[in-house]
């Protein structure tokens, strides 16, 4: 930017570039006085022009490394499953990262089954009708009931201790109990708990250097030494008739509820349980806010050190304001679709249908101007789920309408949901561009599951059973992502 200055031997009948040269040429009759005063004010002139070029440079530099980022957003209404999503991601392509967070997850998978349980007992002795309805192998229900109650009563200093150690606060209310302010039932509510983004407590618990306080492990270790001793009742409460009965009247189906271990409580409740990762992936915590995740590919060997960042957000209606501003400089959009959600409603608000909310948000997060050049990947999740509440008899067209009298299976309703799907994205893109989606179980992991392979604005509909479903549908997101990042290398030069 700065142009060098001519030498003072150039003379006058350089007059026309004078007028285009900087600085300009002094002039003849220059005093030795205006001569000081003069090159003092180039100087400054020059050093304000060098500041000028390093900033622009590094304004360059640092929209070309924005560029070069991986980032991709998670989106989706509330227990879509994004979460979720992400914990595959880290157990697919950096297991040695994400198993320095195992420790922290056998805290949360504990904590969820022991919230469990206690919402269940407070609620259990608040509902009369639940006591009176209760199991044969007791002869004086409510007797028995408060004989289980009061030996399951330390399980409330372990929810008290396992929150304060993971630094997870109540729904709206943090800070309290979550027993406290639940004493009503809500099954949605159940096992929400939330840790706070900045509160690290994955890095609390690490393996490695610096390690927390001893006073933190001795706590850890009381709480769970009561959880062992709890473990007989705590099965036997998980297995009673009672529970049982209370839970089918509330039409709570026990093995779908996120966070819900019952059916694995003696493991759960042993000193030396270590988590497995299907445990980790169907554990329940709730995001508050928005979380970075940064992912540095550990393989396969050609990606090794590649870094991704995800941002995991809260999908409560509360939170979704905070999302637009980390809709810049987008590579990929990954929407959580839970297609099981058709019979349920929304946590923060009873009158509206889940599915309905998530189409329609859908809908806005297509027609997003800000995001019209990332690429969407759109998961229809919880495909397990709905093939059970399909197969159980729960008619769609019950609660969607416009389904009317089209067969209750599987294929047929995974096919209407994605007709939907498409046609808001093509009807609402700012400008043509692909779309990849993909029928999920993220909770299945590595394990055999029915899987089905969309491709977009193709007629392409594949059934297959396939032993290594997520693994597959991860490694085809991955190329879909490198493919973009490839593409902005090449436009940015
Ligand atoms: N059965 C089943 N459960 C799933 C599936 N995907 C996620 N879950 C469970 O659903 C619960 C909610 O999943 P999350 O990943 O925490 O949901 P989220 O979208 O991050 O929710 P917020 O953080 O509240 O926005 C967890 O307990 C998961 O284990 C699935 O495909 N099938
Ligand atoms: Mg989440």
């Given at each position: 930017m700065f142009v060098s200055r001519r030498t003072?031997?150039?003379?006058?009948?350089?007059k026309t570039q004078m007028t285009n040269t900087w600085p300009p040429y002094p002039?003849?009759?220059?005093t030795e006085l205006e001569k000081a005063v003069r090159l003092e004010e180039e100087k400054v002139a020059k050093r304000i022009s060098e500041e000028i070029d390093r900033q622009i440079e590094s304004d360059r530099q640092e929209l070309k490394s924005r560029r070069l980022k991986t980032k991709i957003l998670l989106l989706g209404?509330?227990?879509?499953g994004k979460s979720t999503l992400l914990k595959n991601f880290q157990i697919h392509f950096a297991p040695k990262a994400f198993n320095t967070e195992v420790e922290a997850w056998r805290a949360v998978i504990q904590l969820n089954l022991v919230r469990s349980v206690n919402v269940i007992l407070a609620y259990l002795s608040k509902t009369s009708a639940a006591a009176a309805a209760a199991?044969?192998?007791?002869?004086?229900p409510k007797d028995d009931l408060r004989w289980l109650k009061m030996r399951l009563a330390p399980l409330r200093q372990v929810e008290v201790i396992l929150n304060r150690l993971l630094g997870v606060h109540g729904d709206d209310s943090p800070g309290e109990s979550p027993v406290e302010v639940e004493m009503h039932w809500d099954s949605d509510k159940l096992s929400e708990v939330a840790v706070g983004s900045d509160f690290g407590w994955k890095t609390l618990?690490?393996?490695?250097?610096?390690?927390?306080?001893s006073r933190f492990w001795d706590d850890l270790d009381d709480a769970r030494r009561i959880l062992e001793a709890c473990r007989d009742d705590i099965v036997a409460m998980c297995e009673d008739k009672t529970v049982q009965h209370v839970l089918d009247e509330e039409g709570i189906r026990i093995l779908d509820?996120?966070?819900?271990?019952f059916d694995q409580a003696s493991r759960i409740c042993a000193m030396d349980y270590t988590p497995t990762a299907e445990d980790i992936l169907r554990a329940r915590l709730r995001t508050a806010g928005v979380e970075e995740h940064r992912l540095c590919m550990e393989s396969p060997p050609s990606e090794r050190g590649r870094e991704w960042i995800f941002y995991d957000v809260g999908g409560a209606r509360g939170q979704r304001?905070?999302?637009?501003?980390?809709?810049?400089?987008?590579s990929a959009v990954m929407f959580l679709c839970p297609?099981?959600?058709?019979?349920q409603v929304l946590g923060e608000d009873r009158t509206t249908n889940r599915l309905v909310d998530s189409l329609k948000l859908w809908k806005t997060i297509c027609s997003s101007k800000l995001l019209e050049n990332a690429t969407f990947i759109v998961f229809m999740n919880k495909s397990d789920i709905l093939e059970k509440k399909l197969k159980a008899g729960i008619r769609f067209a019950a609660h969607i309408?416009?389904?009317?009298?089209?067969?209750?299976?599987l294929e047929h309703v995974s096919m209407y949901i994605r007709r939907i799907l498409l046609a808001i994205y093509k009807e609402c893109s700012p400008k043509k561009r692909p779309i990849h989606a993909h029928m999920t179980?993220?909770?299945?992991?590595?394990?055999s599951s029915f899987s089905l392979t969309l491709t977009c604005f193709a007629q392409l509909f594949r059934t297959r059973q396939d032993t290594q479903m997520m693994s597959r549908v991860l490694c085809s997101v991955r190329d879909i992502i490198l493919m973009k990042a490839l593409e902005t290398t090449q436009l940015i030069g």
């Amino acid at each position: 930017m700065f142009v060098s200055r001519r030498t003072d031997t150039d003379t006058l009948n350089h007059k026309t570039q004078m007028t285009n040269t900087w600085p300009p040429y002094p002039p003849p009759d220059e005093t030795e006085l205006e001569k000081a005063v003069r090159l003092e004010e180039e100087k400054v002139a020059k050093r304000i022009s060098e500041e000028i070029d390093r900033q622009i440079e590094s304004d360059r530099q640092e929209l070309k490394s924005r560029r070069l980022k991986t980032k991709i957003l998670l989106l989706g209404q509330a227990e879509s499953g994004k979460s979720t999503l992400l914990k595959n991601f880290q157990i697919h392509f950096a297991p040695k990262a994400f198993n320095t967070e195992v420790e922290a997850w056998r805290a949360v998978i504990q904590l969820n089954l022991v919230r469990s349980v206690n919402v269940i007992l407070a609620y259990l002795s608040k509902t009369s009708a639940a006591a009176a309805a209760a199991s044969p192998r007791f002869s004086k229900p409510k007797d028995d009931l408060r004989w289980l109650k009061m030996r399951l009563a330390p399980l409330r200093q372990v929810e008290v201790i396992l929150n304060r150690l993971l630094g997870v606060h109540g729904d709206d209310s943090p800070g309290e109990s979550p027993v406290e302010v639940e004493m009503h039932w809500d099954s949605d509510k159940l096992s929400e708990v939330a840790v706070g983004s900045d509160f690290g407590w994955k890095t609390l618990m690490r393996t490695e250097k610096p390690r927390p306080t001893s006073r933190f492990w001795d706590d850890l270790d009381d709480a769970r030494r009561i959880l062992e001793a709890c473990r007989d009742d705590i099965v036997a409460m998980c297995e009673d008739k009672t529970v049982q009965h209370v839970l089918d009247e509330e039409g709570i189906r026990i093995l779908d509820e996120p966070g819900f271990f019952f059916d694995q409580a003696s493991r759960i409740c042993a000193m030396d349980y270590t988590p497995t990762a299907e445990d980790i992936l169907r554990a329940r915590l709730r995001t508050a806010g928005v979380e970075e995740h940064r992912l540095c590919m550990e393989s396969p060997p050609s990606e090794r050190g590649r870094e991704w960042i995800f941002y995991d957000v809260g999908g409560a209606r509360g939170q979704r304001a905070a999302w637009a501003a980390y809709f810049e400089d987008v590579s990929a959009v990954m929407f959580l679709c839970p297609i099981s959600g058709f019979d349920q409603v929304l946590g923060e608000d009873r009158t509206t249908n889940r599915l309905v909310d998530s189409l329609k948000l859908w809908k806005t997060i297509c027609s997003s101007k800000l995001l019209e050049n990332a690429t969407f990947i759109v998961f229809m999740n919880k495909s397990d789920i709905l093939e059970k509440k399909l197969k159980a008899g729960i008619r769609f067209a019950a609660h969607i309408e416009q389904y009317k009298d089209q067969p209750n299976d599987l294929e047929h309703v995974s096919m209407y949901i994605r007709r939907i799907l498409l046609a808001i994205y093509k009807e609402c893109s700012p400008k043509k561009r692909p779309i990849h989606a993909h029928m999920t179980c993220a909770t299945v992991g590595y394990a055999s599951s029915f899987s089905l392979t969309l491709t977009c604005f193709a007629q392409l509909f594949r059934t297959r059973q396939d032993t290594q479903m997520m693994s597959r549908v991860l490694c085809s997101v991955r190329d879909i992502i490198l493919m973009k990042a490839l593409e902005t290398t090449q436009l940015i030069g």
